[in-house]
């Protein structure tokens, strides 16, 4: 599984709540890394672009959810092999 694709099956996985930070918590990094770039302190700028696309995939799986297009995915516990 690529990292991508792990990443947006924990945001499917959480709840709207839990997105709403999410989305708040990246804002705010969003911002930080912005100003960081223009007082020539960011040292990875691919950082902004990060933290803007994972934005981007929690307002989709929340507009997607308000829609009624996807549901919400209850984490499930992963069975035990023996």
């Known amino acids: ?9 924990t945001i499917r996985e959480s709840s709207e709540g839990e997105l709403k930070d999410r ?7 969003l911002f930080q890394h912005k100003l960081k770039r223009f007082t020539n302190q960011l040292e990875n700028t691919n950082l902004i672009r990060s933290a803007r696309r994972e934005i981007a995939r929690c307002r989709t799986v929340l507009s997607a959810r308000a829609l009624g297009h996807e549901q919400a995915q209850a984490k499930q516990p992963q069975a035990e092999e023996k």
């Open 1 to 9: 599984m690529t990292k991508k694709n792990a990443l947006l099956g």
């Open 23 to 29: 989305i708040k918590r990246l804002e705010e990094e």
